[in-house]
């Protein structure tokens, strides 16, 4: 499905943005990951606006809950992409109260 592998979509889309998020996002705990991918999944589901989050990162969502990979590196980058093209500030909230407050930051800056 993804012929460079995932990882490396993602790099390409953050390198673009200025950012690179994959380091910033394995700076966060894996005790953490499973609660925070359900938050994120929850505010991206939770749009009224069904166009919010673009075909392509939707497929992508649904290819790595499928892999059972929401919790990985690749999983939390691209629900916080997903989740911030939803609501930014609600991202950042459910980032800040996990204590995460750098990542917080990058996504903001992003």
């Known amino acids: ?6 990882p490396y979509i993602l790099s390409i889309y953050y390198k673009d943005q200025g950012t690179n998020m994959e380091n910033v996002v394995e ?6 990951r499973g609660d925070l991918s359900t938050k994120l999944i929850d505010i991206v589901l939770g749009s009224e606006d069904k166009n919010a989050v673009p075909t392509d990162l939707a497929k992508n ?5 499928r892999q059972d990979q929401l919790a990985s590196t690749a999983g939390i980058t691209t629900l916080l992409k997903a989740a911030s093209l939803v609501d930014t500030d609600k991202t950042c909230r459910t980032l800040e109260e996990f204590g995460l407050q750098k990542v917080a930051a990058t996504v903001r800056s992003v």
């Not at 700076?27 to 953490?32: C, Y």
């Not at 969502?61 to 809950?65: A, H, M, Q, S, T």
Request: hydrophobic letters at 55%; a neutral charge; aromatic letters at 30%.
């Open 1 to 6: 499905m993804f012929p460079y592998g995932f």
């Open 27 to 32: 700076g966060i705990p894996t005790t953490l």
């Open 61 to 65: 969502v649904i290819y790595l809950w």
